[in-house]
Nanobody, 122 residues
Framework: QVQLVESGGGLVQAGGSLSLSCAAS????????MGWFRQAPGKERELVAG????????YYKDSVKGRFTISRDNAKNTVYLQMNSLKPEDTAVYYC???????????????WGQGTQVTVSS
């Protein structure tokens, strides 16, 4: 059974930093693309950052480029999202997801974590 478990969300002031982790089990981690999505109230779920299984394909949403960094540790079956210079508009529930092959579309991801709340106060 595949499980993705996120941790690290919380409340932070604008300009601050948070680090999210997603521990995966039940899948061959190093053959999966891992993505971090977020969903704010009333908005669609969107891909924030993605990291292909090979490490050669990396995606960032334009609004987070230069502020967020995705990384993965295949030995620990874990993907991370370091978020710096956070803005109130980054407030959302953040989800990690997995699929084989790179995609920006939430509907094409096979496995999802339960989500972790990130709230950025102004």
């Amino acid at each position: 059974q595949v499980q993705l478990v996120e941790s690290g969300g919380g409340l932070v002031q604008a300009g601050g930093s948070l680090s999210l982790s997603c521990a995966a089990s039940g899948l061959l981690f190093n053959s999966y693309t891992m993505g971090w999505f977020r969903q704010a109230p009333g908005k669609e779920r969107e891909l924030v950052a993605g990291f292909s299984w090979s490490g050669f394909g990396t995606y960032y949403k334009d609004s987070v480029k230069g502020r967020f960094t995705i990384s993965r540790d295949n030995a620990k079956n874990t993907v991370y999202l370091q978020m710096n210079s956070l803005k109130p508009e980054d407030t959302a529930v953040y989800y990690c997801a997995a699929r084989q092959g790179l995609s920006v579309y939430a509907g094409e991801y096979d496995y999802w974590g339960q989500g972790t709340q990130v709230t950025v106060s102004s």
